[in-house]
Each structure stands twice: as C-alpha cells, then as structure tokens.
C-alpha cells in the first residue's frame, strides 16, 4: 500500500510563505490605523503592569483582580487629572482669547481713521478693514467645518474606546498570548524564546524606568526654574 505524503514540499512552502507574507504586509497597509492604535495599546498595557505584578505578589489576589484595581485606577488618574485642571486652563485660555479679540478689534478702529503726523497724513483705512475682515472670518465658522469637526471628534472618540478595551485585554490576557506565542516556535527552541524574552523585557523595563526618571526630573526642573 502506497503511503501518503503529508509533509509540504520546499516550492509549496516557499509560495505559501510569499502569499502569506504579502497578505499579513496588505493587511497592514490597509488596517494601519487600527494595527497603531493597538500598538499604543500594547505599549500601555506594558507600561502598567509591572504594577499589576507588584499588586499580585503583595495582596495574593489574582491577576483578574489585580488588572481591574490597577485599571480602573489609571483610568480614573487619566480621567480626573484633565477634568480636574481643564476648567482653570480653560477660564485663561478664554480671557486670553476675549483679550487679544479686544486688541485686535482697538487697533482695527485705530487703523479705520487717517493718522496725522504733523502736516502729515497717512491713509490706512484698508488695512483696517482687511483686518476686520480676517477677524470676523476667523470667528464665524463655517457649517461645513463644523460638521467634520463633530465627525472627527467621533472617529476620535471611537478609538480612544477601542485602545481602552485592548489595554484591559492585553493586560487580562497577557499569560495566555505569551504562552500562545511561545509555543509557535519549535519545541526545541522554546526554552531559548523564554529566556530571549526575559532578557529583552529586562532591558526595555530598565530603559522605559530611566525615561521616565528623566522626564520627571526635566519636568521638575523646569518647573522650578520657569
């Protein structure tokens, strides 16, 4: 009895690593914007949990506990702190603008009327209206415009909920991908993916550390000094 071949033959694999190749770059191109909103996702999660880790080993919860309590409490830290400052920013960034409009609507009317010098006398009446002109074009929006900022206002809106989602995804189910990915590569090789993990990870966690040390020692420092 003839016994069936079931291993690929070398041309096979190689066309079907090419199409596959050429699908998962196609679908990159064309998903781009949803592929970087998970990579932002990605990034998030990883930064916050070493503190799920931390939370886990300290309280013996569980890492579905952890998660939602580191979570929910970053998103209440990124939620309230903008909340809580966006009223004082934007009470002076209103005075500012009604100030400047003040301004410019003074030296629009200073510019309306011939300035005299002497015996002589300057002419500039049509810088004045063109200011105006600009004033008023500035302040009265068009519907259109209006319209395609409620729309990317939306579009916004909707990925900031997506990369939310993902964020408490990947953090719930960080274990079960890791171990996933890990055994794509051949059994043999599997130990060596775990220890190329941990040591990539042990390097990005130190250099992430010394970046964030760094930006809160600049922002300090110029706090103080401005």
Known sequence: ????NDQWS??????????????VVAFLIYAREAVTMLVIAGFIAYLISPAVLILKERTGWSRKVAVNVVYFTA??????IPATLTPIFFDEIQLVAQDVLELSQDFSNFLS?????GGLVIHLEQVGESLAHIQDSILTPLPE???QLIEA?????????IILVAVHLFMSEWPKMH???IHLAPEPYQDDMRELYNRLRNVWMAYLRGQIV?????????TIAW
């Open 113 to 117: 009327e011939p300035i005299q010098m």
């Open 179 to 181: 171990s996933w990915l």
């Open 10 to 23: 070398l041309p096979f694999r190689y066309a079907m690593g090419i199409i596959i190749f050429i699908l």
């Open 214 to 222: 760094l930006m809160l020692v600049v922002g300090v420092t110029f």
């Open 153 to 161: 206002t939306s579009i916004n809106i909707l990925w900031v909920l």
């Open 1 to 4: 009895m003839k016994k069936i």
């Open 145 to 147: 415009e209006a319209l």
């Open 75 to 80: 998103l209440i830290v990124l939620v309230g």
